[in-house]
Every structure is written in structure tokens, then in C-alpha cells.
């Protein structure tokens, strides 16, 4: 038996199929505390006894939950119990905590680059994505956003640092430093990757708000789309290029920005009370 399969050649390499049913059953987090971060473990059978990868037997733990079972602080009974009434399901969301530190966060979104910015994405007045100064000096700043789909309801949200991702989405997968909201199967509606302490990428994002469609990818340019499919006509406070369809925005790197990009009835404004570097 190798490091990589047990006595039975099961390999410790679980189908992703599989996957995505243990995180849509446990709610996309621990079964015993929620973390969004975790190891899929075979509980029924442990992995050494298991012939298949049954989605039944394998749960959801986060990393301390998971060194307590293998140092036998937990008991097979208390997670089979956990597993069967997870604490994502009891809460409503899965949730886990950004390292941001005492410096203001760069934010990328598309090709821009949004640099001691408070307000990095904002629609109809509200904003979407805002980062808030640290609460007493030497803590760390405090980030806050929320994500909606096209039938109004929230997909992601973040609240002064802890991301929460609500069990109605149909998955929410972390992989190393990504967390990634798919609303079916290929489709993603959001892929945020953390640097920490200083860095957030959003890598993915077609996003919904009150009839506007935001979309962006990293390495390309942003599109806003109006409810109706029509051109959203925008402005820039840089030289930043304006294509079409929808106003594709990008390419600068804003500094000291009270606003990066701004949704509005009547347009989108690339830069509110802006310095650009670059072009």
C-alpha cells in the first residue's frame, strides 16, 4: 500500500463529482464549526477500510477539527453526528476570515489595479466592494462587499474581513488561496483570490445588480451590460480606452481613488476623485 491509495488501491484522490456532492450535503464548510477551509475525510469507513469513495461516508473538517479526529480527540460517533446536522446548515453559510494587515489592500479587478481606494466597486449608490480604515492604528483594515446573482440574491458577502458564502449557491469550492462560486456546473459567478496581507484579486466575476450585468475577468477588461442587453454609456476620469459592446473598462491603475468603478442609472464612471498611473 502506497502513501497515495490504501490496502484496497483506493486511491486518496476523490472524483470531483464526488466532491461537490459532500460540499453541497455539509454546506460547504466544517460540520462541526463552520470553517470554509477544510480536508474531505472518510469517516464510514475510515479511508483505510474504504473500497469506494462514497459521498455518504466522507465529510467536511477544517484543519483543526480534522487533527483532533486523527489524534483521536474526536470520536467517529461525534462526527457522525455533526455530519449528520452540519453548523453550515444551521447558520445558513460556510465562513472564513481574510488576512488583511495594516496596510491598505491593493484590489485588482479585470485589467485595473485599484490602489488606496475606498469604494472599488459601486452600483446605483451603494457600494458593492469598500475597504474601511482600521478601527484603532496598528489593526488591520477592514473589508466589506456583497455579490448577487441575476435573480437578486446574494451569492458572496464580506463583512469587515470574514467572508461568508450562504448554502443556497450550488457550489462553493475553496482551493488553496481561491474561493470559487459556480451557480451550475462551468459556470462561474465569482473567483476571489487572496495575497495576503496586502492583496485581493477578483480572478472571476459575472455579477448581477438591479438589472445591470458586471462582468470581469482577470487580465481582461470589465463589461457592464444594461438589463435590456443595451450599451451602459459610461465616462472616465482617465484616458482609459471606452470599447464596445457594454463600456469596457481597464488598463490604468487608480490611486487614491474615493471610487474605482461606479454604476450608475445613466452610465459608469471608470475613477471617481481619481490620480491614474499607466494607461
Known sequence: MSEQSNKYGLSRDIP???KRQVRQRCGFGCVRCGFAIYHYHHFDPPFEEAREHNPDGITLLCGGCHDRVNRGLLSVDTINAHNKNPKCLQRGFSHDV????????VVIVGYSTWVNTKVILEAFGLPL???????TT???FRLSGMFYDQAG???????????QGPITNWDIETEGRRIIIRRAPRQIALQIRSDPPSSLTIERLDMFYKGARII????KRITVIAS????IQGTSTSDARLDRPGIQLGYVTGVGCEAGIVVLE???IFGRKCQFIGG
Do not use: A, C, M, Y
Not at 129 to 135: A, D, N, Q, T, W
Not at 228 to 231: Q, R
Open 16 to 18: 470531483d463529482p464526488v
Open 98 to 105: 481574510f488576512d488583511v494587515g495594516n496596510q491598505h489592500p
Open 129 to 135: 466592494l469598500e475597504i474601511e480604515s482600521p478601527e
Open 138 to 140: 496598528g489593526t488591520p
Open 153 to 163: 440574491k446574494q451569492i458572496f458577502r464580506i463583512v469587515r474581513n470574514e467572508w
Open 216 to 219: 470581469g475577468e482577470e487580465g
Open 228 to 231: 435590456d442587453g443595451s450599451t
Open 266 to 268: 445613466n452610465g459608469v
